[in-house]
């Protein structure tokens, strides 16, 4: 198993190509089937309708076969959901310098307040406005800053 969960944790999100599956909080476990032998990739979608996760499964795949573990097993798991809560540290801080404003996290019992300042990530500042729900990708929305002017990607809060 050395080296196996490490492959796979260094494959990147084919949408945010600066972040790993791991850092996203996609990557659930990586296990060894004690009956078979086999490895037990278990991921968990960023959301339903997300057409990324063919790409991953095909890119966590190629990992595991230049690991030596080709015959590995990927399973997907819709329960606990994901949430934006499962992304790393490290990975907040490189959709940041990426241009991509990390999405608050949403934690349980939280009142979610009603005008949720989106800051612009090159700027800092919180005087942004909503262009499109739908930015480069489905998962994300299009969003301009109204300081610098500049738009901006940013991940949608689940
Ligand atoms: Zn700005």
Known sequence: MTGTREAVAAVVDPEIRV????????????????ATGRVVVTIT???????????????????????????????????????????SDSGRAKLAAAGIA???????????????????????????EQLSRFGSTACKALWRCRSCSEPFDHLKAL
């Open 19 to 34: 972040i790993t599956i791991d850092e996203l909080g996609i990557l659930r476990a990586v296990d060894e089937d004690p």
């Open 102 to 128: 990390p999405p608050a996290p949403v934690r349980a019992g939280n009142v979610v307040p009603l005008t949720l300042a989106v800051r612009c990530p090159r700027c800092g500042s919180p005087e942004t």
């Open 45 to 87: 979608p960023t959301y339903t309708g997300c057409p990324a996760m063919d790409v991953i499964r095909a890119d966590i795949r190629q990992a595991l076969a230049a690991a030596g573990r080709p015959d590995a097993e990927i399973r997907t798991v819709f329960s606990p959901a994901w949430s934006t809560d499962w992304i």
